[in-house]
């Protein structure tokens, strides 16, 4: 009898009652992928531009046909392609898979390239699925800045990126300042940030690094506010072009950000996590089977850190 994987995914852009699953065969991998039994995934704000129709992958999928989603993996390896080096089945491994065009963690099982994961300990926790693209995203938005010249103002600080973004820079050794309509909440009780308000930030005149993961109207306002000599790195692709337009005129240094596979940064991520100086602070827990639940709680807009799906 042929074995069968389940993925998750969309043959229609539009709301989370789009998302729905296909049985496909299990074959073996290519020579330089990693088949991987997912235990844990997470979701993240590309996966919910995606199935809504917006941004580059969407951009690329052809009418009616079906687009898996999901980046991030928790999971063990079943097979290993002929020219794998370093893993073996029976191996516990995270990564972010598929970035950016070739979606497919919202599954039973993935076909990963073998670089684009590491080796972890077999007891690591369902949680660590959202170290992956939200911590790699965090880590290379500050790969390339001195701790010692600037503070770091980071909004959407409760999110999965902001709220992994706020402990790196402070690994590091930044002075980072969370901006935030919610400046009583746990996240910042629970990590030990003080963070102020859109209106304190902007009640003055502020140089600093701007870490923008909000983008449009907000990251522009923000970004508005920066003195010249000032650094900015915009996350959201969709209104980058404008944020960087208003850094311009700001006599602001300004890049996007587009998150890339890196062994490296994510064994820097997984060391600090091991060491217990980085947390993934986990909101709510779904099934794989319950993923249209779990896109429409992301959607509310009140969630902090990862919300993690189980296989």
Not at 121 to 130: R, T
Not at 166 to 191: C, Y
Request: proline content about 4%; overall charge negative.
């Amino acid at each position: 009898m042929e074995k069968l994987f389940r993925q998750y995914g969309i043959f229609q852009f539009g709301g989370s009652t789009e998302l729905c699953v296909q049985d496909l065969p299990l074959t073996s991998p290519c020579d330089q992928q990693v088949l991987v039994k997912v235990i844990s995934t997470s979701v993240n704000p590309i996966d919910i531009k995606t199935r809504n129709g917006l941004g580059y992958v969407a951009q690329g999928k052809v009418t009616d046909a079906f687009l898996p989603l999901g980046y991030d993996v928790l999971g063990e390896v079943v097979q290993t392609g002929d020219t794998v080096i370093g893993f073996e089945p029976g191996d516990r491994v995270i990564g972010m898979v598929g970035f950016a065009s070739h979606p497919g963690s919202y599954a039973s099982h993935v076909y990963c390239n073998a670089c684009e994961l590491i080796k972890v300990e077999q007891n690591a926790e369902a949680s660590l699925a959202g170290l992956c693209l939200a911590g790699l995203t965090a880590w290379q938005a500050l790969v390339d800045f001195d701790p010692e010249k600037m503070p770091v103002y980071v909004n959407a600080a409760t999110g999965g990126v902001g709220h992994l973004l706020l402990q790196i820079a402070r690994l590091r050794g930044f002075d980072v300042i969370p901006v935030s309509r919610r400046t009583e909440h746990q996240v910042f009780s629970i990590l030990g940030f003080q963070a102020i308000t859109l209106d304190a930030y902007l009640s003055q005149p502020r140089k600093g690094l701007l870490i923008d993961l909000v983008g449009a109207e907000l990251g522009q306002s923000m970004t508005q506010n920066l003195l010249a000599g000032s650094e900015l790195v915009t996350v959201p692709t969709v209104t980058k072009d404008q944020v960087l337009a208003v850094a311009h005129q700001q006599g602001v240094t300004g890049r996007g950000l587009l998150v890339e596979a890196n062994q490296v940064h994510l064994a820097c991520l997984y060391e600090a996590v091991c060491a217990g100086q980085l947390q993934v602070l986990v909101d709510q827990q779904f099934k794989l089977s319950d993923i249209q639940q779990a896109h429409e709680f992301v959607e509310q807009g009140a969630h902090f850190g990862k919300v993690i799906i189980t296989a």
